[in-house]
T-cell receptor
Framework: QQQVKQSPQSLIVQKGGISIINCAYE??????FPWYQQFPGKGPALLIA?????SEKKEGRFTISFNKSAKQFSLHIMDSQPGDSATYFC????????FGTGTRLKVLA | KAGVTQTPRYLIKTRGQQVTLSCSPI?????VSWYQQTPGQGLQFLFE???????NKGNFPGRFSGRQFSNSRSEMNVSTLELGDSALYLC???????????????FGEGSWLTVV
């Protein structure tokens, strides 16, 4: 009930390509789904977040797609850039978040 | 507006010792939570404090404890350190901690603890 499964574990994308990271959750009580970006030596920083009452949210090159019935959500990074190379974590919860295990993204120049 | 500040940033301790980590939340934030990050286990929730009260606790042994002061600053303590406690300890703050608010939590840069 408390797991958040994230895939893939690592991802290599060419510059300009689309990066897609997927997460699945189990607890239907979760009502907030943020994505965090973490660079080496830094703490995670909020990237974008969505609530279950919408199916998609876009901020610049970053889009969250949310499928409530399937209990899945995904992060799409359009026109991926080398500066996007980082570890990405999905999370789900209310005020206590369960984090996915992270995806290490590398964007090749 | 200053972010979440954690001290110390790096520390090395010997097995069996204890350690205290400090966290200053973003001004006005009343909820502080702590996470342990390791390569193998990812980000794991330790506990959350709101208005000096521990409201939520993760699945960690009693050696891990925390507290929050009236100014919302928080400390976490780990006693009888074990090699497996080596990790990045992250503090996060949020404005309020109500159950269905979908609060955004903001992380500090963490305290790197190495136990030798």
């Amino acid at each position: 009930q408390q797991q958040v499964k994230q895939s893939p574990q690592s991802l290599i994308v060419q510059k300009g390509g689309i990066s897609i990271i997927n997460c699945a959750y189990e607890n239907t009580a979760f009502d907030y789904f943020p994505w965090y970006q973490q660079f080496p030596g830094k703490g995670p920083a909020l990237l974008i977040a969505i609530r279950p009452d919408v199916s998609e949210k876009k901020e610049g090159r970053f889009t969250i797609s949310f499928n409530k019935s399937a209990k899945q959500f995904s992060l799409h990074i359009m026109d991926s850039q080398p500066g996007d190379s980082a570890t990405y974590f999905c999370a789900a919860g209310t005020y206590k978040y369960i984090f996915g295990t992270g995806t290490r993204l590398k964007v090749l120049a | 507006k200053a972010g979440v500040t954690q001290t110390p940033r790096y520390l090395i301790k010997t097995r069996g010792q204890q350690v205290t980590l400090s966290c200053s939340p973003i001004s006005g934030h009343r909820s502080v939570s702590w996470y342990q990050q390791t390569p193998g286990q990812g980000l794991q929730f330790l506990f959350e404090y709101f208005s000096e009260t521990q409201r939520n606790k993760g699945n960690f042994p009693g050696r891990f404890s925390g507290r929050q002061f009236s100014n919302s600053r928080s400390e976490m303590n780990v006693s009888t350190l074990e090699l497996g406690d080596s990790a990045l300890y992250l503090c996060a703050s949020s404005l309020v901690g109500t159950a269905n608010s979908g609060n955004t939590i903001y992380f500090g840069e963490g305290s790197w603890l190495t136990v030798v």
